[in-house]
């Protein structure tokens, strides 16, 4: 008879647990681990539809997977992360937005059917969690580069190219850099990639950091979106490196 | 002992039910003299069609037996041999392969080495990345896949007439859908086998599509004089309607494409683009509409993108 309590206060201790924690929307047997490794035990980390991941519903290309990812609809985003569950690598890259939106489009390397996630800290230091899945045949990470198998990246690594349009909603920028982002997990290549970028206007103010990571498909293409209030941009500065030092630096004129 | 017959019989029996494979059900339907078709479902690759998602042909000459691409699969050819045995007893002397895409060639093991034909580029394309198409023919279709393995075709075909049997066909060494596209037309008859340059009520597949190329393409089988045309996909038709929607489809891609590169649209707001009423009728182009984008919106956004200046 002393037992039954016990198990009572064990089982009210188990529910109120269960009750508290949300579950994950996209029922991933990884979430547990992702929670784990990415924030520190004693963040405050909920699950936000204002944070959306658009990607296709079906991934034609796995080294090539189109992701948009979009937190405007929070106030105050201090930075952003990407990651996919079932990666290899999970860390896909990490923005703050500064004087930008809240929102990046770039294509990333999927190895397997996977959430794309966006985590975004708020300046409260809250991580409001958004995502979906995208499936896939896969390989993505484990492919070599084209680049690695061509002379041309050698002569054009870093090249960057690029255009602002004028929007009535602000302006956009599109940034495109050669280079193979190579993962490292492809046969007797090592892992070569950009690691972080740094996108200024003509006065030398950032707009965006951008931490890249692996999973980051060859030769990058970011879109960022700029507030109305951003203006007067004839040009933006791109600054940079990638992790064997090759600096990044380039202007694109409008 | 009867109850241990009876479980013999079954452990005898199950090898034979697994041996049975995938039934096709190919009917073969005449389409002009000497003519057959086997058309295949409108659909994507599925574990349901087993791949059937192509037409092949075949052409019953007084010298033997012309088909027009082997299908998605062994059991696929194997099922070809035996409908064709049902219509005729002459022998398959040509086997043409219109071009390196899976769900036409990887029936070839059903049929003599010697007889297989394709364009140099086909053969060169089957050689490097054939193997890859099949494993991944096995993921999309399964079980239908069973013992295919990759023949390259040996006879590389030159453009020009072919004579054989009472039958004039010219072989058209075109491109556009991939680097290498035979057609193949048949003057005795009219009927044009056009492979997968021409699309039917079917959407369009661009893997390794150059459109310009394609277009021109279409434009010298538009001037045939065509009294049959069988598409690679979708119905049997009795003028070039589908040459036109085949080009109307592509010239509207390619400018969606363009146009949104210059407006500076990112990859997956293409993807998401509403579609125009007069596409929305071909089957499956939900899904291959995005899949056109992943291929070919890269291009175009480079072009769009200016030089930066370091």
Redesign the interface.
């Known amino acids: 008879m002393p037992q039954l309590p016990r198990l009572a206060v064990f089982g009210l201790a188990l529910w109120a647990t269960l009750a508290i924690a949300q579950p994950d929307p996209l029922d991933s047997a990884r979430w547990g681990d992702m929670r784990a490794q990415l924030f520190a035990a004693d963040a405050k980390v909920e699950f936000d539809s204002r944070v959306s991941v658009i990607g296709p519903l079906t991934a034609e290309d796995a080294m090539n997977v189109p992701i948009a990812v979009d937190a405007s609809a929070l106030p105050d985003v201090a930075e952003v992360l990407v990651f996919a569950d079932f990666n290899p690598i999970i860390k896909v890259l990490a923005f703050r937005p500064v004087a930008a939106r809240a929102e990046l489009a770039f294509r990333i390397k999927l190895q397997q059917s996977s959430p794309v996630r966006a985590a975004a800290r708020t300046t409260d230091g809250v991580w409001h969690v958004g995502g979906t899945w995208v499936i896939t045949t896969g390989g993505g990470c484990t492919v070599p580069s084209t680049g690695s198998a061509s002379p041309e990246w050698q002569s054009r690594l870093n090249e960057v190219s690029g255009r602002i349009w004028s929007r009535p909603e602000g302006n956009r920028v599109r940034l495109r850099i050669i280079h193979p982002m190579d993962t490292g997990l492809a046969a007797s290549i090592p892992a070569f990639y950009i690691e972080q970028l740094s996108i200024t206007d003509g006065q030398q103010r950032v707009l965006m950091e951008i931490d890249a990571f692996e999973p980051v498909s060859e030769n990058p293409l970011f879109t960022l979106d700029l507030p109305p209030n951003v203006t007067d941009l004839a040009a933006v500065q791109i600054t940079g490196r990638d992790n064997n030092g090759n600096k990044v630096n380039a202007q694109v004129a409008r | 002992m009867k109850r241990l017959l009876a479980a013999l019989a079954l452990i005898a029996y199950l090898p034979l039910a697994q041996a049975t494979g995938f039934d096709y059900r190919l009917a073969p339907r005449q389409i002009a003299a000497n003519t057959w078709v086997l058309e295949g479902a409108q659909e994507d690759f599925s574990f349901a069609n087993g791949g059937r998602i192509v037409n092949t042909a075949f052409v019953v000459t007084s010298a033997g037996v012309v088909v027009i691409d082997s299908g998605p699969s062994r059991q696929y050819g194997e099922q070809t041999v035996a409908a064709i045995a049902r219509a005729t007893d002459k022998p398959v002397v040509k086997v043409w392969i219109t071009h390196h895409h899976p769900d036409h060639f990887l029936g070839n093991q059903a049929f003599a080495t010697k007889a297989l034909g394709a364009l140099p580029r086909t053969i060169t394309d089957i050689a490097a990345e054939g193997k890859a198409f099949n494993e ?1 023919m096995y ?1 999309l279709v399964g079980d239908a896949m069973r013992d295919t393995e990759v023949v390259v075709p040996t006879e590389a075909l030159a453009p020009g007439i072919v004579e054989l049997g009472g039958h004039r066909f010219e072989l058209l060494a075109l491109d556009g859908h991939t680097a290498g596209d035979l057609a193949v037309f048949d003057h005795t008859t009219g009927v044009l086998f056009a492979g997968d340059l021409v699309f039917h009520d079917r959407t369009p597949t661009t ?1 390794h599509a150059t459109i310009a190329r394609w277009l021109s393409s279409l434009d010298t089988l538009d001037a045939l004089p065509i009294k049959q045309l069988v598409p690679g996909h979708g119905p049997v038709a009795a003028d070039a309607g589908p040459i036109r929607q085949t080009r109307d489809y592509l010239k509207w891609l390619d400018g969606v494409l363009t146009q949104s590169a210059a ?2 649209l ?4 293409v ?2 683009l509403p579609l125009p009423k007069l596409f929305r009728q071909m089957a499956v182009i939900d ?1 291959e509409f ?2 056109s984008v ?2 070919l919106y ?1 291009a175009a ?2 072009a ?7």
Do not use: W
């Not at chain 2, 990112?266 to 707001?269: D, G, L, S, V």
């Not at chain 2, 769009?304 to 370091?310: I, M, R, T």
């Open positions: 991944n993921r893997p407006a500076g990112h990859m997956t707001e993807m998401r899904a995005p899949r992943s291929h890269p956004e480079e769009a993108l200016k030089p930066g200046a370091h």
